[in-house]
């Protein structure tokens, strides 16, 4: 099991300036520690329980066809890492406040030559997050090959939602 956060969430982790971060399909709970960790308030969703602590955790199975458990809640961050289902898009857009950070990296197609997943279901088509996210201001984006922490094929955004004039990025 990975316990360490991803390097695409620790990189623009800088931008979140302030809570409530939510990490949603948390799995064990990397990234939720993670901001915990650094002082901020963070709610943690995933339909398997999870204790991490100084997190609040929700028990929730995204994909059951139950309604969004966080109705009308707003988030500075949302972190959503090694998972996909299209139809939490609009939910998520909806879920970001004003000046809020979209932290967002899982795997695309092709990946199926490197292990799973494989299913086509689980992985993004080229540039699918920049079109699920428009209207969010953009401040990176890759996809292709990454070796860490196994070979994989990814796509990974982190948008903001507004104008990006006030975020600040360290080289």
């Keep these: 099991m990975i316990d360490v956060p991803s390097e695409w969430v620790v990189r623009w982790a800088q931008l979140v300036e302030r809570g409530p971060v939510l990490d949603v399909a948390c799995g064990g709970g990397r990234h939720a520690a993670y901001f915990a960790e650094r002082g901020f308030e963070v709610v943690a969703l995933d339909r398997e329980p999870q204790l991490i602590p100084g997190v609040r955790f929700i028990q929730a199975d995204l994909e059951d066809g139950s309604p969004w458990p966080l109705p009308g809640r707003r988030f500075a961050a949302i972190v959503v890492a090694n998972?996909?289902?299209?139809?939490?898009?609009?939910?998520?857009?909806?879920?970001?406040?004003?000046?809020?950070?979209?932290?967002?990296?899982?795997?695309?197609?092709?990946?199926?030559?490197?292990?799973?997943?494989?299913?086509?279901?689980?992985?993004?088509?080229?540039?699918?997050?920049?079109?699920?996210?428009?209207?969010?201001?953009?401040?990176?984006?890759e996809q292709g090959i990454v070796e860490r922490p196994k070979t994989a094929l990814v796509q990974r955004l982190c948008a903001v939602r507004g104008e990006a004039g006030s975020v600040r990025i360290a080289a």
């Design 83 to 141: 998972y996909l289902h299209r139809p939490l898009f609009p939910m998520l857009k909806e879920s970001l406040e004003e000046g809020g950070v979209l932290v967002y990296e899982t795997f695309m197609l092709g990946n199926e030559r490197y292990g799973k997943p494989s299913n086509p279901r689980f992985l993004l088509r080229p540039g699918e997050l920049l079109q699920a996210f428009a209207g969010l201001t953009v401040v990176g984006f």
